[in-house]
């Protein structure tokens, strides 16, 4: 790891500190540890899988493909008294408009207890892209959660750049930060309309609803897809910005973030809306670190870590990048922090736009593999810490594993609903940004 | 509110006028488009291997597996078929022609519906992408209600499933109860690729088998994802509102 | 004829009693002879109604006067409101009870007698006799709960007490009626004064307490409710143990002076609205099949008192129209009431004899494996205590509320003021009633098949359930004829001649609908039925044409889940939480954990489990229970000596005061 904010250690750092956030993660071939050093603000990464003592199953990064389906996606207690039974939701209802389940352990009105269930929508990607070329596997990685596909693809193939020990053009990688922060802006859009539309606030959601899809389409215009599939795939971007393209670009985010501007502004005079997330399904610092949370959910909970910031690689170093953070941990908070990322965000693009490499500007190193063939890629996905453990041979991928930020974070949600009444459903939910489609693999 | 007010006003009329008038070309990217051969006697053969999921043949190019990766363009294949490419009928998918796909002689399955059609929306197994392109159209750009379409929160409420995904096998039994809970006459469209033929992950072990081997198809919408016009395209050939029956051009 | 009906009238009194005694012989032949007694009860009091007073043989009472068995206009309406639960209740006991002891048939024949016999006195000494028998005798029916635990004998006790408080209450009004009158004869008193006041208020309570209205009503609810006094008795106690209370008020009151003082009506008003409110309240909460029907008995009984206390504050202000009209509607409200709670008892036997238990939570099934008749029972008897047209209940709550909303003619402020709260709260108590009777319908009625499928014996439970449940449909649809038939309760009660407050409407046929006023509320009962039927005509004739049904059967849609799933459905106490959270401050609601921890991540790293418990409290509850355990503390003391908690030493009181009754007949003739 010869890149900033890791350090590799020859054993494992004791992870009962509560200050440190651990994953503890066990394949088949060579257990090993990933600690977020807070205080120190490094990612450790150390030999040595679970340890049972500390790591909860709940802890354990684990794959999908290895779960029973139908499977519980976050502990719970067992609650039992007069009256009360279990509720389930979904895995087909339009108040979440994807395949999963929440079972809701209810005496009525009150959320006893939540469990995500997932696994409905499992497509089974890690079996489908073992053995086939990096090329056709990034085809099914960028479409394993097709509004996160920028960070995964660049997750992805970080992780086997890594593995190969192969450098990439600095140019590449700029247009990997130019995606995904498009992208991030599109989703944190997204979720802002989605919890404007259970606050029902119609007109904001209106208002939202059209610039995520302006977002869209200035994705379809600069990378010929809406969803940037193929955009980031290997043999180079899929269309190179030219200084022309790069003003047009530049002219019509503008437009954008004077757009959001105004928007974020009406939304927090709004009653309707900020009353409704305000206190809503609370997370607190310390049960954000305790679990593991990443993303807006960590930062609005307190705690500044991004790893655009903290494991920075182009264009990151070269840019300024504010670091968002709330205190309030309820939904609201998470809310804001997305808002101010969206400004951040556009703040990232207007700078990028500006500064764009010269074509043939020279590579960018890779990471290092933590074992011969096998490479880590980390990326800061929309709703967080994404990271893929990736093993290739002769240019095919031979093994993947995937920790999804929604996988981190689903706990940090069903600690936060319990206690709370069925209404708060949707504002807790959408704050999350979560997708089923990452977690189910 | 006031400022609410003044804030919608002051962003105009952004709506489409999608079907009255073509789809724009902000609408749709390149990829919103099939591909279609040049040549077809000398581009297909061409381009065949260099097809991720198996879509282009000696003879034609198969729509419904097309997951619009573009690597075949270039090759004798460029995105230029219409956007209105949503058919009745699977084999339908395989014409090779840059016009829009004909719509086949006989009353829509849900013209005795009139102008109001009423969707549920079922994932079995999506990335996403194709469910919040259906959702987008309930956005400004699209307002789908001005064509008297609206989503419903149950399939007890709805004429129509909309149906992204691969069918997983955790999925074929919700969706079954949910073809069974819509009342008679009930429609299903398949959007995107995966339900089509499993796009991308097609093959793949552990997953039931495309759509139309569990529920009766009525409309394919090919693409990955179909953008928001090419799924209304294809909601519009349920009850005969789409571009082409009102332009008598079928 | 009279005179003829005059024996019919003995005969049934008689025949009750005696039913009592055959009991011992044979549990069967107690029933037959009280279903016998009951239908010539019934003969009796239409014959009343219809061809004036009735008075049978008399004899030369303790005291001198010549006494007889009697019903006038107002005795006669509610001896035909406890005959029809009462063929009700005895056929079904008939099916019902399998007990080997015939304690259960002996208490319930001499319960009906005792109550039968004090709507019948002529003189209030008789009626007292009444009252005490039936307080004895209603007593020992409670104790024949199954599985006779602490909880039986502790609700059991607090019924004997509040029985006795209230005897004793009835005894300072019959007092003070004989201080007014000089006689215990059932004369009119025309003073007025500080002492008619005193009558007043101890009617109102005593009489009140057997009503169950708030804040008596633990004595309502509790023994039926905590002991799961056997079905029939529940019904018997619910339906008309309550309507001698009434009884024994509306007597009460139409021997004082009138115009009366308007607090009086204002007063009873308050207690009533009080009642109505908290009756719903505790309804919607209620888990248990019984105790359900009686808190919606509270309510119910405290629309009687709401109607009632209209009359009396209309009568104080002159409002000669709106007096009777309140007055019908107050009868109508009791008629309806008794009618739909005797099905609803009854179905909840039904239900416990399919289910083996009270609780709602565990009651709920698949409907079509249930007796049809004791289906449309239940749904006629749920709906109409709902109020939904075109039921007996509809009819009554739709008379009162017009009463209430013509509060405003009232001359003082304070005392609209008072119509207003009232008028506010008997509005929520309808929406919270309609939660309680959705719950008891869709989550006991629509119950699991038993296990061996519908026996003899559940066909004999139903039937009665379907009866009552035709006739709350013909009390409502019929409404304004049976207005008519009961002019002569109301004319007896007000002591003047009065019209039943029918008339007609566009083409409705004069005398067809209920007017509330000259002119306010209209309403016509058969017109709401003839609409269903001309709407059922047209789906008919589509069918006719060739229409299909085109049904098609699917499960319920759960959100893609199975129905069912997990083996869990929604459960009543779910349905109604959300009243428990919105009305916390009245219900006390709290929530108590055991076994609770903190949820964090090390805690669950083993799995933890704890219990939740959402609790409401009834604050008067708080007081009676620490009554109860005075009572156990005295009881404790007594132990030794007469209270030794053995039936057959209560049955010897029951006897001894039969004895006692035995022999005032005997001294008497
Ligand atoms: S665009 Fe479609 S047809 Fe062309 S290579 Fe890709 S999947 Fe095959
Ligand atoms: S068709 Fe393409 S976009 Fe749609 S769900 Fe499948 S992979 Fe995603």
Redesign the pocket.
């Known amino acids: 790891m010869r890149r900033p904010g890791w350090r590799v250690e020859p054993a494992a750092a004791p992870r009962a500190d509560r200050a440190s956030r651990a994953l503890a993660y066990a394949p088949e071939d060579g257990a090993f540890s990933l600690v977020n050093d807070y205080s120190e603000g490094m990612s450790v990464l150390a030999p040595g899988g679970p340890d049972p003592a500390f790591d909860t199953p709940w802890a354990v990064w684990r794959t999908a493909a290895g779960a029973a389906r139908p499977h519980a996606l976050a502990p719970a207690p067992e609650v039992e008294g007069y009256g009360v039974f279990t509720f389930p939701y979904g895995p087909l209802s339009m108040g979440v408009p994807e395949a999963g389940r929440f079972d809701v352990r209810t005496y009525g009105e009150r959320v006893l207890n939540l469990v995500p269930v997932g696994g409905f929508k499992s497509r089974r990607v890690r079996a489908a892209v073992v053995g086939q070329t990096v090329v056709d596997a990034a085809l099914r990685v960028e479409r394993l959660a097709g509004n996160f596909s920028a960070a995964h693809v660049a997750a992805f193939l970080d992780a086997v750049e890594s593995a190969e020990g192969r450098a990439v053009p600095t140019e590449e990688w700029w247009v990997r930060g130019l995606a995904q922060e498009l992208q991030r802006i599109y989703n944190h859009v997204h979720v802002i309309a989605r919890v404007a539309e259970a606050a029902s606030q119609n007109v904001g959601l209106a208002q939202t609803h059209a610039l995520a899809e302006e977002v869209l389409r200035t994705q379809g215009a600069v990378f010929g897809h809406r969803w940037l599939f193929g955009a980031l795939l290997p043999g180079g971007p899929a269309r190179r910005l030219d200084p022309t393209d790069r003003r047009a670009l530049a002219t019509r985010l503008g437009r954008l973030g004077d757009e959001f501007e105004r928007l974020w502004r009406l939304f927090l005079e709004s009653r309707t809306f900020v009353d409704r997330i305000q206190g809503t399904c609370p997370v607190a610092r310390d049960a954000a670190v305790e679990w593991g949370a990443v993303g807006p959910t960590l930062r609005a909970s307190g705690v500044a870590w991004d790893d655009r910031l903290r494991i920075p690689v182009a264009p990151y170093t070269d840019l300024f990048l504010p670091l968002p953070h709330e205190s309030g941990g309820d939904a609201l908070a998470r809310v804001a922090t997305r808002a101010e990322e969206v400004r951040a965000s556009f703040l990232v693009l207007e700078q990028m736009l500006e500064r764009w490499p010269a074509a043939g500007a020279g590579d960018e190193p890779p990471g290092s593999a933590v074992a011969p063939g096998r490479g880590l890629g980390r990326v800061e996905a929309p709703s967080g810490d994404l990271v893929y453990d990736v093993r290739v041979a002769a240019g095919r991928v031979v093994g993947l594993d995937l920790r999804s930020p929604s996988q981190a974070n689903w706990p940090l949600f069903a600690a936060g609903m319990r206690d709370a009444v069925f209404t708060d459903f949707h504002f807790a939910f959408e704050s999350f940004g979560f997708a089923f489609a990452e977690t189910d693999g | 509110m006031a400022s609410w007010i003044e804030q919608s006003v002051s962003r105009g009329i952004l709506t489409s006028r999608y079907p009255k008038a073509a789809a724009t070309d902000d609408e749709t990217p390149p990829?919103g488009r099939p591909?279609v051969p040049e040549s077809p006697a000398t581009s297909l053969p061409a381009?065949r291997d260099?097809?991720?999921?198996?879509?282009?043949t000696e003879t034609a190019?198969?729509q419904g597996?097309?997951?619009?990766?573009?690597?075949?363009?270039g090759a004798g294949?460029s995105?230029s078929g219409s956007v209105e490419a949503a058919t009745r009928s699977r084999s339908d998918l395989l014409r090779i022609s840059a016009g829009p796909t004909p719509v086949p002689d006989g009353a829509p399955p849900l013209a005795g519906l009139g102008r109001s059609l009423h969707l549920f929306l079922v994932d079995v197994g999506s990335c996403n992408a194709c469910n919040l392109e259906v959702l987008a159209l309930a956005n400004p750009y699209y307002d789908l209600q001005r064509l008297g379409i609206f989503f419903t929160n149950s399939p007890r409420h709805a004429d129509v499933l909309v149906v992204v995904g691969v069918p997983t096998a955790e999925m074929v039994e919700p969706l079954r109860r949910a073809y069974d809970a819509l009342p008679a006459p009930k429609a299903v469209v398949a959007v995107g690729a995966c339900p089509i033929s499993g796009g991308v992950f097609a093959g793949t072990e552990g997953l039931a088998s495309a759509l139309d081997g569990l529920v009766p198809v009525d409309v394919y919408v090919p693409g990955?994802p179909p953008t928001p016009t090419a799924i209304l395209d294809g909601l519009l050939k349920l009850n005969g509102r789409d571009r082409e029956t009102r332009e008598g051009r079928r | 004829m009279t005179a003829l009906l005059g024996f019919v009238l003995t005969a049934a009194v008689v025949g009750f009693f005696a039913g009592a005694a055959l009991s011992v012989v044979r549990r069967d032949l107690g029933y037959a002879t009280a279903l016998a007694a009951s239908v010539l009860w019934l003969v009796a009091a239409v014959g009343a109604l219809v061809a004036g007073p009735v008075t049978g043989p008399s004899w030369s009472g303790p005291l001198g006067d010549a006494e007889s068995l009697s019903l006038d206009g107002l005795s006669a309406f509610f001896a035909l409101a406890t005959a029809i639960v009462w063929v009700a209740t005895s056929a079904y006991s008939l099916a019902y009870d399998d007990r080997p002891s015939p304690l259960l048939a002996f208490c319930y024949a001499l319960t009906l007698g005792s109550i039968a016999l004090l709507v019948a006195s002529s003189s209030l000494l008789l009626f007292l006799v009444g009252w005490e028998t039936m307080t004895l005798a209603s007593y020992g029916m409670i104790l024949q709960a199954h599985g006779r635990s602490g909880r039986v004998f502790s609700a059991a006790f607090v019924f004997l007490a509040f029985g006795e408080a209230s005897t004793l209450l009835v005894l300072v009004a019959v007092a003070g009626l004989h201080a007014m009158s000089g006689s215990f004869l059932e004369v009119p008193v025309a003073t007025a004064g500080a002492l008619a006041s005193i009558v007043f208020v101890a009617a109102l309570i005593g009489f009140g307490l057997k009503m169950g209205v708030a804040p008596f009503h633990m004595s309502e609810w509790l023994p039926i409710a905590h002991s799961s006094a056997p079905s029939n008795a529940s019904a018997v106690l619910s339906s008309t143990l309550t309507l001698a209370g009434a009884y024994g008020l509306f007597r009460v009151i139409s021997l004082l002076p009138s115009p009366p003082p308007v607090w009086w009506g204002a007063l009873m008003l308050g207690i009533g609205a009080i009642s109505v409110l908290l009756g719903a309240l505790f309804a919607a909460v209620s888990e248990h099949s019984k105790g359900l029907p009686a808190y919606s008995t509270i309510e119910n009984n405290g629309l009687i008192l709401v109607a009632l206390g209209i009359a009396l504050i209309a009568r104080a202000d002159g409002l000669a129209e709106l007096a009777v009209f309140a007055l019908f509607a107050a009868f109508y409200q009791a008629l309806a009431h008794a009618i739909a709670k005797t099905a609803l008892f009854l179905s909840a036997g039904y239900l416990e004899h399919g289910t083996h238990t009270f609780d709602l939570n565990s009651t709920h099934g698949r409907a079509k494996d249930a007796d049809r008749a004791a289906r449309l029972g239940t749904i006629a008897a749920t709906l109409s205590l709902a109020a939904a047209p075109p039921l007996a209940g509809f009819v009554s709550e739709w008379m009162v509320l017009e009463a209430l909303f013509q509060s405003y003619r009232f001359s003082a402020e304070w005392v609209q003021f008072v119509g207003l709260l009232a008028g506010a709260a008997v509005a929520l108590a309808a929406g919270l009633i309609l939660v309680a009777m959705v719950k008891f319908l869709g989550f006991s009625f629509l119950w699991k098949p038993s296990a061996t499928g519908p026996t003899a014996r559940a066909r004999g439970l139903a039937a009665p359930v379907g009866a009552v449940g035709a006739v709350v449909l013909a009390v409502g649809v019929g409404a304004p004829w049976l207005l008519g038939l009961i002019t002569p309760s109301v004319a007896a009660f007000a002591h003047t001649a009065v019209a039943a407050p029918v008339g007609s409407l566009l083409s409705i046929p004069d005398g067809w609908s209920i007017l509330s006023g000259s002119p306010f509320g209209i309403l016509s009962p058969p017109a709401v039925p003839i609409g269903l039927a001309a709407g059922a005509a047209v789906a008919l004739g589509y069918f006719a044409l060739g229409g299909g049904f085109g049904a098609r059967r699917v499960e319920p849609w759960m959100a893609g889940s199975p129905p069912g799933c997990d083996g869990e459905t929604y459960t009543s106490f779910g349905y109604s939480t959300g009243i428990r959270i919105m009305m916390r401050s009245v219900l006390q609601t709290r929530e108590v954990r055991t076994g609770t921890g903190a949820g964090t991540r090390a805690e669950l790293a083993t799995p933890v489990s704890y219990n939740v418990d959402l609790e409401v409290l009834d604050v008067f509850k708080v007081f009676y229970d620490d009554l109860v355990r005075f009572g156990d503390a005295v009881a404790a003391a007594l132990k030794a000596g007469i209270m030794t908690g053995r039936l057959g030493q209560y049955l010897a009181y029951i006897l001894v005061v039969t004895l006692v009754v035995v022999i005032y007949v005997a001294a008497a003739a």
């Open positions: 990829t591909p381009a260099r097809c991720p999921v198996g879509a282009i190019v198969d597996k097309c997951i619009r990766c573009a690597r075949c363009v294949l995105f990955c």
